[in-house]
């Protein structure tokens, strides 16, 4: 069964960073292209990452764009998001998945919260 779970969210002070990590099981993970999506409460989702199979491409929403990395590892089955300079825009439940997934695997996420 498609499991992804999340973790690596907490409080942290505008400015700061953070690095969210996910673990992925039961599917063969390094065929796959993985995102990273938000939501914040009274928003839309908002698709922040994506990383291409080998992690070869990446590609950036505009609000995070320069300030966050996505990254993966297959051999661990891994898929991880830097994130740096914060802005209290960025407080969202963040959550991993397939790019073309069903939501249905999405998890519980994790709490990223910005404030001083």
């Known amino acids: 069964q498609v499991q992804l779970v999340e973790s690596g969210g907490g409080l942290v002070q505008p400015g700061g960073s953070l690095r969210l990590s996910c673990a992925a099981s039961?599917?063969?993970?390094?065929?796959?292209?993985m995102s990273w999506s938000r939501q914040a409460p009274g928003k839309e989702r908002e698709l922040v990452a994506d990383?291409?199979?080998?992690?070869?491409?990446?590609t950036y929403a505009d609000s995070v764009k320069g300030r966050f990395t996505i990254s993966r590892d297959n051999a661990k089955k891994m898929v991880y998001l830097q994130m740096n300079s914060l802005k209290p825009e960025d407080t969202a439940v963040y959550y991993c998945?397939?790019?073309?997934?069903?939501?249905?695997?999405w998890g519980k996420g994790t709490l990223v919260t910005v404030s001083s």
């Open positions: 998945h397939r790019k073309y997934g069903s939501m249905a695997y």
């Open positions: 039961g599917f063969t993970f390094s065929s796959y292209t």
């Open positions: 990383i291409t199979s080998a992690g070869g491409v990446t």
